[in-house]
């Protein structure tokens, strides 16, 4: 088990009145509604569209035959119709649905900054909706922790990317550990065709590794892995207690120490790069973003990357 991870505990705040927490979630709602729209209609716009393929090709219409056309493609009735050679003529397939997997585990609560990792996932996710609902693309949505928290089927619309902010920022989920295992393997048996799929996780976990590989070959696979900039630099404050928040396991160390700061960025270190391989193997893209990162800028690049 990881003793490295610093993280915070899960902890349940009671607010005095409902409707303050409801009027604080609305709020939140409509800012990211609001961030997420603009930065898909300035900086996204094109690259969304050409970055992904859609998942086959459908009849347009029929067309005079020329030389150099594909026989394959001549329609036989319509030319006895009309008396002359004509063929058909395909477009690409655009409408394909969207997943958007977010882990949901207690480590993803964790920030030394301005912005937890759970903070930015949740505004990545708000971007990526957007920029599929934009693209007339059908979006849901899979929460997860050690178990599959919860499931939105994929529709198209504002409302429905709405609807799943709603539920991604309110949901208080009943799990603290990570099985990505389990939210592919519903993925898998939930889809029927070939989607995109955005996996956002710190990937704080093991074992995942078959079913990525399952997973890359049925859909096309994007993971975002996001961490915070103190999990590969140790604060030097002297003798602390770091908590892992999915075990609750206690360890004392001193930061203070050189061996043990070390340690504690190899460790870093070595999750970034094992994460990388995974993927790489299973022939699956990955982002890795760190929460003080400019998130814009590094969608964007790989919009076009992909494009």
Not at 37 to 61: D, I, N, P, W
Not at 178 to 186: E, G, I, M, V
């Amino acid at each position: 088990m990881n003793i490295f991870k610093q993280l915070f505990s899960r902890k349940q705040v009671n607010h005095p009145l409902k409707d303050e927490v409801d009027n604080a979630l609305e709020n939140r709602i409509r800012q990211l509604e609001i961030k997420s729209k603009r930065l898909t209609k300035l900086l996204f716009t094109g690259e969304y569209h050409s970055a992904f393929k859609g998942v086959g090709m459908v009849f347009k219409e029929v067309k005079e035959y020329v030389d150099g056309d594909d026989i394959r493609f001549i329609d036989w009735n319509v030319s006895a119709r009309m008396g002359s050679t004509y063929s058909k003529v395909f477009e690409e397939e655009r409408e394909r649905s969207v997943y958007i997997i977010v882990d949901a585990s207690a480590s993803s609560l964790f920030g030394s900054g301005i912005q937890s990792k759970k903070e930015l996932i949740s505004e990545i996710a708000a971007v990526l909706a957007f920029s599929a609902a934009n693209n007339n693309d059908k979006i849901g949505l899979i929460i997860c922790t050690d178990s599959v928290e919860k499931y939105i089927p994929p529709k198209k619309g504002r409302s429905q990317v709405l609807y799943m902010l709603r539920v991604l920022l309110s949901i208080k989920p009943k799990g603290d550990k990570t099985d990505l295992t389990k939210a592919l393997q519903y993925l898998n048996n939930n889809s029927r065709h070939k989607s995109i799929v955005f996996l956002i996780s710190d990937f704080m976990t093991v074992g995942y590794e078959q079913i990525l590989r399952i997973t890359a070959k049925k859909h096309d696979l994007i993971g975002i892995q996001v961490y915070d900039k103190a999990e590969s630099e140790l604060p030097q404050i002297g003798m602390i207690q770091v908590s892992d928040a999915e075990t609750g396991f206690n360890v004392l160390m001193d930061s203070n120490d050189k061996e043990t700061r070390n340690a504690w960025l190899q460790q870093h270190l070595k999750l970034l790069w094992d994460t990388k391989m995974n993927f790489s193997k299973a022939g699956a893209d990955l982002l890795q973003i760190e929460t003080c990162q400019d998130y814009v800028k590094a969608l964007k690049q790989f919009f076009i990357k992909r494009a």
